[in-house]
Nanobody, 119 residues
């Protein structure tokens, strides 16, 4: 059994910053990709950022230059530093990980953490 536990969401004024964390625990042999998605009210889920085990990253244009993803392989943790936040970033943010156990590889999701940016 694998769990992803997120922390760090909250309320911030436009222009502010937040840092999200997500720790994976359980029966883990290797974590491949780790990332963050978000879902705003009335919108579809969208990719925010991902990072490979080797450290390669990817961002959509909407957050590029403002958000930075990083990971700590030794502690099975991924971080999302969010700067210059604006109200359009308001959403529930979900941690994601593709994890290899012993004999299987599956996708896992966190429970979500709310990020609210006020204007």
């Amino acid at each position: 059994q694998v769990q992803l536990v997120e922390s760090g969401g909250g309320l911030v004024h436009a222009g502010g910053s937040l840092r999200l964390s997500c720790a994976a625990s359980g029966s883990i042999f290797r974590i491949n990709i780790m990332g963050w998605y978000r879902r705003a009210p009335g919108k579809e889920r969208e990719l925010v950022a991902y990072v490979t085990r080797g450290g390669a990253t990817n961002y959509p244009d909407s957050v590029k230059g403002r958000f930075t993803i990083s990971r700590d392989n030794a502690n099975n943790t991924v971080y999302l530093q969010m700067n210059s936040l604006n109200p359009e970033d308001t959403a529930v943010y979900y941690c994601y990980a593709n994890i290899a156990g012993w004999g299987t590889t599956d996708d896992y999701w966190g429970q979500g953490t709310q990020v609210t940016v006020s204007s």
